[in-house]
């Protein structure tokens, strides 16, 4: 997925220089809109397993992972 969602934003940035209109863009981010939402749910889940394995003091210290 991340290759992919790089693939995309390589397109968008590609589109942007060659000055293709806003929908042409908005139509390539769209292609992106699935994945974006499986990396995100991704990030989530390991946020949890991350925090599932810290200890109480880990979690004290408010530094945590994954924002």
Do not use: F, N, W, Y
């Amino acid at each position: 997925d991340l290759d992919a969602m790089r693939a995309i934003l390589d397109e968008v940035r590609a589109a942007v220089r060659s000055g293709q209109s806003r929908d042409q863009i908005g139509a390539i981010i769209a292609r992106g809109a699935t994945i974006a939402r499986r990396l995100a749910e991704a990030r989530h889940s390991l946020r949890e397993e991350i925090l599932d394995v810290l200890t109480p003091e880990q979690k004290a210290s408010r530094c945590l992972p994954l924002g």
